[in-house]
């Protein structure tokens, strides 16, 4: 059965950083590809950023390349984000997943988790 644990949100000044951390079983954590996703109030889960099982190739959605770095740690089987020069449009609950694809910008319905709450004050 999946396990997926997020944490790590908070409130945090616009220009800010947070790291948040998925803790997933192991099977999970060692057989699928991951990805982080949002939802802000009012809108639809959107995708934020992937990574694969096997070598870490990463992808990421436009709005957040080059601010925020999702990996892997392998001692831990947790997939993080970092997130770094945070905007207040960046506020939403994160929810980790697996990819329903490699490519993908979806998750496996059912395996939503609470997510943790991202706040970014302006």
């Known amino acids: 059965q999946v396990q997926l644990v997020e944490s790590g949100g908070g409130l945090v000044q616009a220009g800010g950083s947070l790291r948040l951390s998925c803790a997933a079983d192991?099977?999970?954590?060692?057989?699928?590809?991951m990805g982080w996703f949002r939802q802000a109030p009012g809108q639809e889960r959107e995708f934020v950023a992937a990574?694969?099982?096997?070598?870490?190739?990463?992808y990421y959605d436009n709005s957040v390349k080059g601010r925020f770095t999702i990996s892997r740690d392998n001692a831990k089987n947790t997939i993080d984000l970092q997130m770094n020069s945070l905007k207040p449009e960046d506020t939403a609950v994160y929810y980790c997943n697996v990819l329903q694809r490699w490519g993908s910008r979806h998750g496996i319905n059912d395996y939503w988790g609470q997510g943790t709450q991202v706040t970014v004050s302006s």
């Open positions: 990574i694969s099982w096997s070598h870490g190739t990463t």
């Open positions: 192991e099977r999970t954590f060692r057989s699928f590809n």
